[in-house]
């Protein structure tokens, strides 16, 4: 089995119990185990700020499913989740969830591309990830914690409840 991070985020509809659902699909996905979860994270959209705030999290997944396969599980939990996808790039949506890491692998294909580009400017992946996974190692980009120190908080709230 492999060690992958799925990045997870809402802000439209009940974003909070989306996400939250989210993890509950994640963790009866087959030939996988949900070994870890972070916090809730409140946070400013990053791009066009003409929508709602996100609720993101981080979920550490051991799976034996490929990561073609990993993909398109969880783009049917998107489905299900009532995502429709207009089209807008990086528009609002109710449930967005991401291949953040799959082991150590560094993949580059039409559908996928590991790690996610996004990783190093995104407070709202950098974060819950130090937050489950302090140790980890991103293929490219160095230990998480180093990317953490260099990465502004621009206002991501640590939600506990
Ligand atoms: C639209 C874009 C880039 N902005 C985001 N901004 C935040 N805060 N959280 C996200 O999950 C997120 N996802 C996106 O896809």
Redesign the pocket.
Known sequence: PVMAYI?I?A?LGAPRAQVLGALEAMAALPESRLLRQSSLYG??????ADQPD?I?AVAQLETRLSPLVLLQSLLELERRCGRVRQGER??PRTL?LDILLYGTQVIQTAHLTVPHP?IQQRA?VLYPLAEIAPDLWIPGLGGVEDLVAQCPRSGLQRLLE
């Open positions: 990045g985020g802000n946070s400013p959209p990053m791009g066009p996100y993101n990086w528009g967005d996004g709202f």
